[in-house]
């Protein structure tokens, strides 16, 4: 079982790993962003998108199963997953947003948060 106290590099190591998995399952764009120090509810935002609503669900399990195989948590939340338009698995420390394309462009998440830092982790 995870650590419910995570330390911040420990957390890092799963976002990536959820950045990873996404990228095994998708050509889109993977962006990780670090929101930590605007935002009181988590530390990074992991945003991927797919071409296709059953690609789409794959990553999220994809990123699931690679998140559980290194021994991190389970989501606290999935939400999304009945449209598969945009799912949202709330990590806590960290939130994987996997969208269909057509919905990424719509809500342009990575404009809202240009601001903030990009990790790079590829």
Do not use: C
């Not at 990780?32 to 990553?59: A, H, K, M, P, Y």
């Not at 021994?71 to 598969?84: A, N, T």
Request: net charge negative; proline share 6%; charged share 25%.
């Amino acid at each position: 079982m995870p650590d419910p106290n995570p330390s911040e590099s420990e957390s890092l190591a799963w976002v990536i790993q959820a950045a990873r998995a996404a990228a095994s399952k998708t050509d889109e764009p993977t962006v990780v962003l670090d929101v930590g120090e605007v935002l009181s509810i988590t530390g990074w935002f992991v945003i991927t998108g797919g071409t296709n609503t059953r690609q789409v669900r794959t990553i999220s399990e994809t990123i699931e199963e690679q998140i559980d195989a290194i021994g991190g948590p389970k989501p606290l939340r999935i939400e999304g997953l009945d449209s598969s338009q945009w799912i949202l698995m709330d990590y806590g420390d960290f939130i994987v947003h996997v969208f269909l394309d057509e919905t990424r462009a719509f809500y342009d998440l990575e404009r809202l948060w240009r601001d903030v830092p990009a990790v790079e982790w590829s």
